[in-house]
Structure formats: structure tokens, C-alpha cells
């Protein structure tokens, strides 16, 4: 079974640009999580969707946002970037929503905002 | 004080030894406990999770939890150099998906 898949793997933008994050779950997984890891910060949650429903939502600012499809597909959107922006976006799936239900990652995407 | 809290190390071991990664966490209403490795720019990878009191052995992996003192533990016997990355523990809580991590600990195993 394929794993998670997160598009692009890297990418570069320069301050005040926009940026969108693709990321497609395990196979009939239908609960997709996105975190943000930085050095100092350490592996932080930025939101989880389930069923097209944002269930969770972190402390970030509103730049930060996402979307889930009916395929379970979710993307996330960061727009007027900052420089500490600047991280490895990390998407996880899960077979269903839930305090018990286990989370796996996919390879990220490093943004880099210059 | 941060919600999930490990030991920064690094840890070293020796080949063929047991390494032992602690976390404690502060949120009593924390209901599962995941033990995550991450290699040097790759992303997590999920080795154990643990729901109720007591220890759960996965081949070379045991995780043991004890929600009265807020304490998860992973052990791993017959260390490898394979095994030497960084270990994280995240808890979540209530209903929710959200994990919480700690910062991590690294572990080396040497020769």
C-alpha cells in the first residue's frame, strides 16, 4: 500500500508570496493532519480534516489555512509569507479521526522563505 | 512548562545494549501515547503506540506507560547503529487527533 504523499518536496518563495501544499493519504484514510517542524519550535499542529470538516485547528495565524476534498486529498495554504515561515510542513494520515487513531506521516515539504 | 517533555541527550549506547527514552507529559487527560523516529532530514516514522497502563513489546521495541505518574517510556533492546536518530514522543488528548510532541531525544548507538 502506497504511503502518504506530500507535492512539492521543496520549494523556494520570497517574503509576502503565497504558497499551497498538496498532500494525498494512505489508501482509505480519510483523516489528514498537517504539522509544521522548525528547529526551535520542534513538531508543532497546524490543523486535522476529516470527512472535508477541519476538525482542529492550532495556534497559527489565519495566513495559515487548509482544505480537504472528497477524495481526502488536503492541501494547505500559507499566504503573505514570513521569513519564519521558513519549515519542513509535515502532512499525517490517519484511518479515522480520534484520539486512538494511529498518525502517519508523509515525506514533507521544506519551504524555504527568502 | 511544555505539555510533553523529553531529554534532549544525545543518548549513547553501545551496540547490542537496551536504550531507554523517557517522556513525561503534564496533561492528565491525555489518553494515547505514540513513540515516533526521525532520521536526519526524513519525517517521522511511527514505531509504537500505547493506550492503557503496562508495557507493550513490538519485536526488538517495548513502550511502557503509567498514566498515574505521566510517564511513557520506550525501550529498545539489542540497539543497533541503524537504531541511532531522533526518538519523539507525542500524546494526544480528548477526542481530538492532535498530537503533541516533545522536542525529542537523540539517540547514538556506537560501535
Known amino acids: 500500500k502506497a504511503g502518504v504523499t506530500q507535492t512539492p518536496r521543496y520549494l523556494i518563495k520570497t517574503r509576502g508570496q503565497q504558497v499551497t501544499l498538496s498532500c494525498s493519504p494512505i489508501?482509505?484514510?480519510?483523516?489528514v493532519s498537517w504539522y509544521q517542524q522548525t528547529p526551535g519550535q520542534g513538531l508543532q499542529f497546524l490543523f486535522e480534516y476529516f470527512s472535508e470538516t477541519q476538525r482542529n485547528k492550532g495556534n497559527f495565524p489565519g495566513r495559515f489555512s487548509g482544505r480537504q476534498f472528497s477524495n481526502s486529498r488536503s492541501e494547505m495554504n500559507v499566504s503573505t509569507l514570513e521569513l519564519g515561515d521558513s519549515a519542513l510542513y509535515l502532512c499525517?494520515?490517519?484511518?479515522?479521526?480520534?484520539?486512538?487513531?494511529?498518525?502517519?506521516f508523509g515525506p514533507g515539504t521544506r519551504l524555504t522563505v527568502l | 512548562q511544555k505539555e510533553v517533555e523529553q531529554n534532549s541527550g544525545p543518548l549513547s549506547v553501545p551496540e547490542g545494549a537496551i536504550a531507554s527514552l523517557n517522556c513525561t507529559y503534564s496533561?492528565?487527560?491525555?489518553?494515547?501515547f505514540f513513540w515516533y523516529r526521525q532520521y536526519s532530514g526524513k519525517s517521522p516514522e511511527l514505531i509504537m503506540s500505547?493506550?492503557?497502563?503496562g508495557d507493550k513489546e513490538d519485536g526488538r521495541f517495548t513502550a511502557q506507560l503509567n498514566k498515574a505518574s505521566q510517564y511513557v517510556s520506550l525501550l529498545i533492546r539489542d540497539s543497533q547503529p541503524s537504531d541511532s536518530a531522533t526518538y519523539l514522543c507525542a500524546g494526544a488528548t480528548g477526542t481530538a487527533s492532535k498530537l503533541t510532541f516533545g522536542t525529542g531525544t537523540r539517540l547514538q548507538v556506537t560501535l
Open positions: 499525517a494520515s490517519s484511518f479515522l479521526a480520534g484520539v486512538s487513531n494511529e498518525q502517519f
Open positions: 496533561d492528565r487527560g491525555s489518553q494515547s
Open positions: 489508501s482509505g484514510h480519510r483523516s
Open positions: 500505547i493506550y492503557s497502563n
